[in-house]
């Protein structure tokens, strides 16, 4: 086999240039969809989930109906963002995984999704 490099690189960089392209986009949308994560849960780190009485931290936690309904208000808003996170990281599976390679990779990317999620909800909580 002859490799002429005048006319066998250039090919060659033109045949790689496609899929390369398709990565680095699967790549970016990727970021996107961690940064949205991040962001789903930033949202809720201005709003306690309970209130404390009369707004002072030294109070007690108002549990009143009007807190409880407050409460299920932000509960439902938390199951609203679960789903939405659960479509993102579906969507990073669809955009990074080959169905033939190991789960184990994927599984060590879940971990990473789940420690910022995680270090959201405590942030959330403590907030409260």
């Not at 680095?24 to 009485?53: D, H, T």
């Amino acid at each position: 086999m002859h490799f002429n490099f005048f006319t066998d690189i250039p090919d060659f960089i033109k045949q790689l240039k496609g899929p390369i392209e398709d990565l680095e986009s699967k790549l970016l949308q990727s970021q996107a969809n961690v940064k949205s994560i991040q962001k789903l849960l930033a949202a809720f780190l201005n709003k306690p989930l309970y209130e404390r009485k009369h707004g002072n931290r030294d109070e007690l936690l108002a549990l009143d109906e009007e807190a409880k309904s407050q409460r299920d208000i932000s509960f439902q808003a938390i199951a609203d963002m679960s789903e939405k996170i659960k479509a993102l990281v579906a969507e990073n599976k669809s955009l990074l995984c080959d169905p033939a390679s190991s789960h184990s990779v994927w599984h060590d990317y879940l971990s990473y999704i789940d420690e910022i999620v995680l270090d959201g909800l405590v942030k959330i909580a403590s907030v409260s």
